[in-house]
């Protein structure tokens, strides 16, 4: 308790002074801002923005980025009440019930509402992360390499299970994900693999390359080639203040959201979207009528947003204290650290106290930003959710391309950007989610790796995997979670819940 | 109306997937194998480009027994012209300089659109440009030519 409070101490310290106190504001500020653009979500914002935060020093560029994301995690709330159209599959929950309140005139609320609860819930699981990433780290020291393998399967394994869609296909998604991240050294053997012969390669694909191909050029394509139209609610901003009866309507699901956010965050490959459909899910459950779901229930917007922020806190836990992100988002704060020159895992804590608490110190003061700029620049946002389309994707492409060129001054980033692109429209299409496969990608080395180390150090013998018990437990949840999506009757329930998440 | 092979979501998918598994086992056949104690770095992609095509094949055959087709329109041309667009920006970006090489870019992508207008692209050219130079170069102090001429080698 003592250490938790002075570690805060300085973690404040470092937090708050100007420089890092101005990141913070620029990187909320910005976040916001990209991510209130409709279809732009936080993956692609903090992708293009990346760039940007290489010239400052670790902890700063490390709380810009936090900033940046939950920026435009909020940002995308505010698009995904206005205009239905959530950038990311988390707010896809909120635009379900906020898009209805927004349509019945109510969306000054339902933004306040989602301003607050985000703001409790973070404040909240920051908590929990100064509480518990230690804990956290301490425990992973013991970790050897079977361990970090198991973990990894299981994270992997979550991701699977819990993305949209076929689970066959998200697990082939890894497999895919695993193959690409092996291109480049070896580096047991020092042998270059998958490189043909192409200097650029050596060192890998890199990750924003994958993630901006994936996730934002397959995006636009996807997003140019259906045109339909959405009605804008954006004018209609005006009484922002909920009523009491509202408050009271939140409290309870904000504050049940913000612990299943903080739960599920704390799990590799558990994303928020996960957390916050779960958050919707039991507060219909708990509701006395759940019909009013679905028609602009409150609930339904307080519960999932607690949920998503608070998730995406907690995410900082495996990612900072592993070295294993949670996420798509977490794994490219992950590469942005290890360009740094900073290994994330549990040494961290230890070798870095001032990167670790100077984030989470810097949640608080992020969060407080977050509802200073929101509340009172609602209007600027709603406006900026009306800027067409056909105006966004160019800029989008224009930040992308040359943000991925600069990382390496590299045309040869251009080009495998594109054909990610291409890659991941296809898979679109074909209804295979990118977001197992760049979990696997960026996982595909350390996973390798400490395999064979693992094999390595027991004489070839995979009982190692299960002689060790946190990893025979790792190993354990992967088995009975694959299991239980294999018998049928679960499968039905989970294709009907997907389906339900999908339709707003 | 069931699908034809061609516009069988999953079909297409499980092949995909074998594609990759396949090319990616072929292509690590030239690493050392190794053994399961001192895995050569030919080992895991091996098993990987295996476990590919195992479900590859188990979501083709799934694909010919549900039949769901692919769902909605092909977005070739979208998909064509950004490509094209990012391609150029990156083989102007070494010859010509940031400036012209962004007024592809933007002009090219623009044009993917469905609503696609000559003046307000030229506009969104300019503004773009203007954008871009002042936080990279300018801002960010990235070393790029805002024009240069520079073919032959």
Sequence with gaps: ?504 | MKPGLLGNRDVLAGLLFAAIGAAGFTVALAYPFGSVQQMGPGYFPRVLGVLLMGFGAVIFLRGLRRAEAVPGRWGWFALTVVTVSMVAFGWLMERVGLVPSLAVLVLVSAYAGPEFRWREALLLTVVLCLLAVAIFVWGLGLPYPLFAWEFGS
């Design chain 1, 1 to 504: 308790m003592h250490d938790v409070l002075s570690h805060l101490a300085l973690g404040f310290s470092v937090a708050l002074s100007l420089k890092n106190f101005a990141y913070c504001f620029l990187g909320v500020f910005l976040g916001t801002l990209i991510g209130v653009l409709p279809g732009v979500g936080p993956l692609v914002t903090i992708a293009m923005l990346l760039p940007i935060t290489f010239g400052l020093d670790p902890v700063s560029s490390l709380i810009m980025l936090a900033g940046i994301f939950y920026g435009a995690q909020y940002g995308g709330s505010t698009t995904a009440i206005l205009v239905n159209m959530p950038g990311e599959v988390s707010s896809a929950v909120t635009a379900i019930d906020g898009y209805q309140m927004a349509r019945q005139g109510r969306a000054g609320p339902a933004l306040a509402v989602a301003a607050l609860s985000s703001f409790v819930a973070g404040i909240i699981s920051t908590i929990v992360v100064a509480f518990f990433g230690p804990l956290v780290g301490q425990w992973a020291l013991e970790f050897g390499a079977a361990e970090y393998f198991s973990l990894m399967v299981m994270g992997l394994v979550f991701s699977a299970v819990l993305a949209h869609g076929d689970l066959v296909k998200s697990l082939a998604m890894v497999l895919v994900g695993l193959m690409f991240g092996l291109v480049g050294t070896d580096v047991t053997s020092g042998m270059p693999r998958f490189s043909f012969g192409i200097a650029e390669l050596l060192d890998g694909i890199g990750f924003t390359v994958v993630a901006v191909g994936l996730f934002a050029v397959a995006e636009i394509v996807q997003n140019l080639a259906q045109t339909e139209k959405v009605e804008v609610f954006s004018k209609d901003v005006k009484d922002l203040m909920p009523t009491w009866a509202d408050i009271k309507a939140s409290t309870w699901p904000a504050l049940r959201g913000t612990v299943l956010g903080s739960l599920f965050g704390a799990l590799p490959g558990i994303t928020a979207s996960v957390a916050s459909f779960s958050a919707y899910m039991l507060e219909k459950k708990l509701a006395k009528d759940p019909s009013r779901f679905g028609h602009g229930a409150i609930e339904g917007v307080a519960a999932p947003e607690a949920a998503n922020n608070a998730a995406a806190q907690t995410h900082f836990i495996p990612t900072l204290t592993l070295g294993i992100p949670a996420t798509a988002v977490m794994a490219l704060v992950l590469g942005a650290l290890t360009m740094q020159g900073i290994q994330p895992g549990p040494q961290v804590m230890t070798s870095r106290p001032e990167l670790f608490w100077g984030l989470v110190a810097s949640f608080v003061v992020g969060n407080v930003l977050l509802l200073v700029l929101n509340l009172p620049l609602v209007g600027l946002w709603a406006r900026l959710t009306q800027v067409p389309y056909r105006w966004l994707f160019p800029a989008i492409i224009v930040f992308a391309t040359i943000g991925n060129y600069s990382l390496n001054n590299s045309a040869m980033d251009v080009y495998l950007c594109a054909g990610a692109g291409v890659l991941g429209y296809v898979f679109a299409k074909l209804d295979c989610q990118p977001a197992p496969l760049i979990l696997g990608y960026v996982l595909g080395p350390m996973l390798e790796e400490n395999l064979r180390r693992a094999l390595l150090m027991n004489e070839g013998s995979f009982s190692v995997f299960v002689s060790r018990p946190i990893s025979l437990v790792f190993l354990g949840i992967s088995f009975v979670l694959l299991a239980a999506m294999v018998v049928p009757s679960l499968r039905r329930g989970r294709e009907r819940a997907t389906e339900d998440g999908d339709a707003g």
